[in-house]
């Protein structure tokens, strides 16, 4: 089935640095939703996104739906041990969401 | 709030046995769906109800696979005989309606085909 992209693949980052991720598609989206999947977890919900042009914080995370409503982003700032896990995007353009193949963060403390 | 119950958390199995998965979503919430999440991958959907009835379920394998959602909450989803590719997590999520509503997961179940 289709994934959507998700750039990069994995990230091993500094404790305390921010992290920028996004998402694409080659087709148009109206919602787009991002989660994390801790291991042996289901995914929690981050933040959705619901309109072109939209940014969207929750605490030290913000995502954006982009213009094109072909991709989105996602950035966490001043990273912390924690946020170590696999961010996915999800997008929806009808009635149903499509995943993306998932961003791996490792943080080093 | 509760949220989206599923159980068993893991089941092993041998090739050709048979294994249900249930989930219990969100309190009011009408569309369920059923994810395969292969090791590495993002959450495939197998099948999405809303309320008892199946709104998509191109991705489901009907030849082994099958589910219901009888009453319009609890949902099973059975596989029978089990293949060695079956080995996976199998997510349960709820959302208030159809997609483009937020989208709430269960823990999952990971199946072992032995």
């Known amino acids: 089935g289709q994934q959507l992209n998700q750039s990069p693949q994995s990230m091993f980052i500094q404790e305390g640095e921010d992290v920028s991720m996004n998402c694409t598609s080659s087709?148009?989206?109206?919602?787009w939703l991002w989660y994390k999947q801790d291991p042996g977890e289901g995914p929690v919900l981050l933040i959705a996104l619901y309109k072109a042009g939209e940014l969207t914080s929750n605490g030290r995370l913000t995502a954006q739906f982009g213009i094109t409503r072909k991709d989105s982003f996602l950035n966490i700032s001043a990273s912390i041990p924690s946020d170590v896990g696999i961010y996915f995007c999800a997008g929806s353009g009808t009635y149903k969401y499509i995943f993306g193949t998932g961003t791996r963060l490792k943080v080093l403390a | 709030e509760a949220g989206v119950a599923q159980s068993p958390r893991y089941k092993i199995i041998e090739k050709r046995q048979s294994v249900a998965f249930w989930c219990n979503p969100i309190?009011?919430?009408?569309?369920l769906y059923w994810y395969q999440q292969i090791l590495g991958q993002g959450p495939k959907l197998l099948i999405q109800?809303?309320?008892?009835?199946?709104?998509?379920d191109s991705q489901l394998p009907k030849d082994r696979f099958s589910a219901e959602r009888l009453k319009g909450v609890d949902s099973t989803l059975k596989i029978q005989p089990a293949k060695l590719e079956d080995s996976a997590v199998y997510l349960c999520?709820?959302?208030?309606?159809?997609?483009?509503?937020?989208?709430?997961f269960g823990p999952g179940t990971r199946l072992t085909v032995l």
């Open positions: 999520a709820s959302s208030p309606g159809p997609a483009g509503n937020e989208q709430f």
């Open positions: 109800f809303q309320n008892n009835g199946v709104v998509d």
């Open positions: 309190s009011g919430h009408a569309t």
């Open positions: 087709s148009i989206f109206n919602t």
